[in-house]
């Protein structure tokens, strides 16, 4: 069965970088993400998981929460079927567990309930 994997997780200062990404690991015919809209949320402990960003297919459509904007880019890597997230200038407040998911349709969407596959996350720490 195809599953989403996340990569790229780790401990980091703030104001430093990462980059997070999105695979799918097992068995595909063609491409496994295909034209679906895709996109990243977060959780911190205690918290709900939150929407950070998402993109269409072809990355015409892109958005982010209020909280990453001009920190945070989403691309694709459609040859490669990878979705990837640059952070920057990472804060403490960025510290979460990050998934990946692969939404139900083309449109890109700031609700979880509209993504029908999610990876199972990968840490970042942002220490202060």
């Known amino acids: 069965q195809v599953q989403l994997v996340e990569s790229g997780g780790g401990l980091v200062q703030a104001g430093g970088s990462l980059r997070l990404s999105c695979a799918a690991s097992?068995?595909?015919?063609?491409?496994?993400?295909?034209?679906?809209?895709m996109a990243w949320f977060r959780q911190a402990p205690g918290k709900e998981r939150e929407f950070v960003a998402a993109t269409t297919w072809s990355g015409s459509v892109r958005n982010y929460a209020d909280s990453v904007k001009g920190r945070f880019t989403i691309f694709r890597d459609n040859p490669k079927d990878t979705v990837n997230l640059q952070m920057n200038s990472l804060k403490p407040e960025d510290t979460a567990v990050y998934y990946c998911?692969?939404?139900?349709?083309?449109?890109?969407?700031?609700?979880?309930?509209?993504?029908?596959?999610w990876g199972r996350g990968t840490q970042v720490t942002v220490s202060s």
């Open positions: 097992g068995r595909t015919v063609g491409s496994t993400f295909g034209r679906n809209a």
């Open positions: 998911a692969r939404a139900r349709s083309l449109t890109v969407s700031v609700l979880a309930s509209a993504y029908g596959q």
